[in-house]
């Protein structure tokens, strides 16, 4: 290829390129442009919707009595969802029917089989208000979904619908999905907790000590002498780090006076964690027989012990904070010291 034929060669592909990228950046403009029509003709239709549905309470002949179209309806679903959440009694007595007589629950219970994920979640969340028994079984399905915000959409809508959940079912769901770490998962035990008072002791004895954890932080907060009992014997013997410490946190957060000694046997844990716990938990049952010991964590090897250890002595009255101040001037332990009681305002 000559010059000038390479010329108008670069030429040439430089204005098609040009173009192309006109051409994309204005496809690309156009679509913002729809998307945000098509937002505000939702928004618009949202307030319309809104506004009929609290005429409606007052009059129910104020909601049009023909059929919704399909987008109408996932509006008002999503409208009278969220007032639903904030309304009891005969109020919510007329949403749920405003609801059940204008919402095509077989589209919903499609969507909620066939949608995507996001789709399939949100739809979940939103069938908590329904007491047809397809629903329930469909959400029962849904716990099995491959998706985990699927799984906790439908377990939050079951239990919204005053539907038992059976934690022993569940879990092994749970724990396939790696779902046991999930802070929402954890609420999600609390909240089941009273129901499964025997599956949660059965957990105490999983072979996962993730699922002990949770049984733990759930039984805990029942404060029953024998869930206590037994959190106090996680506590010394379990051989995981994490069962223990959080067994030690939970007797603190129980503020269990019978778990002084427990607390005071953790304070020496080989496990810097279950120390750090320990030392908390001192300061909230306010084991003053820790004192010394907690004295002594102030100089520990890890730093949060040490944290941990300063903040409980604080907790122990005039006794603590005399302990504390005794090494304010000793090194790295006394600029520690000083920070906590400087916090603390000692």
Do not use: C
């Amino acid at each position: 290829m000559e010059g000038a034929e390479l010329f108008t060669f670069i030429i040439d592909a430089s204005v098609a390129l040009a173009l192309t990228s006109i051409a994309a950046l204005l496809m690309l403009f156009v679509r913002r442009v729809i998307i945000m029509r098509i937002d505000r003709a939702n928004a618009q239709r949202r307030r319309e919707l809104q506004d009929m549905v609290y005429g409606a309470l007052d009059d129910p002949g104020k909601l049009s009595p023909r059929p919704l179209s399909a987008r109408d309806q996932r509006l008002l679903l999503a409208v009278v969802s969220e007032m639903l959440r904030a309304v009891d009694g005969e109020m919510r007595d007329q949403l749920k029917d405003i609801l059940a007589r204008h919402i095509r629950l077989d589209r919903l219970l499609y969507g909620l089989k066939h949608g995507l994920p996001v789709d399939r979640a949100k739809i979940a969340a939103r069938l908590f208000w329904s007491a047809a028994p397809e629903v329930h079984d469909a959400l029962r399905a849904a716990l099995d979904d491959p998706e985990p915000e699927v799984v906790l959409a439908a377990a939050g809508a079951l239990m919204a619908a005053g539907q038992r959940i059976d934690l022993q079912t569940l879990t092994p769901k749970l724990e396939a999905r790696r779902m046991l770490g999930n802070r929402a998962v954890r609420d999600l035990f609390r909240k089941l907790a009273p129901d499964n008072g025997a599956a949660l002791f059965a957990f105490l004895d999983d072979p996962n000590p993730a699922v002990v954890v949770l049984a733990i932080d759930a039984l805990a907060r029942a404060r029953s002498a024998a869930a206590l009992k037994r959190l106090r014997a996680a506590a010394q013997t379990h051989p995981s780090v994490d069962v223990r410490a959080a067994a030690v946190r939970s007797l603190g957060n129980a503020q269990d006076h019978n778990a002084v000694g427990v607390v005071t046997a953790a304070l020496s844990d080989a496990a810097w964690e279950v120390r750090a716990q320990a030392a908390i938990a001192a300061g909230r049952i306010g084991d003053a027989a820790a004192l010394t010991q907690l004295a002594k964590l102030v100089h520990d090897a890890n730093w949060w012990v040490r944290l941990r250890a300063a903040q409980a002595l604080t907790r122990l009255g005039p006794d603590g904070i005399a302990a504390l101040q005794a090494v304010s001037g000793d090194g790295e332990a006394g600029r520690l010291v000083e920070f906590v009681l400087s916090e603390r305002g000692a």
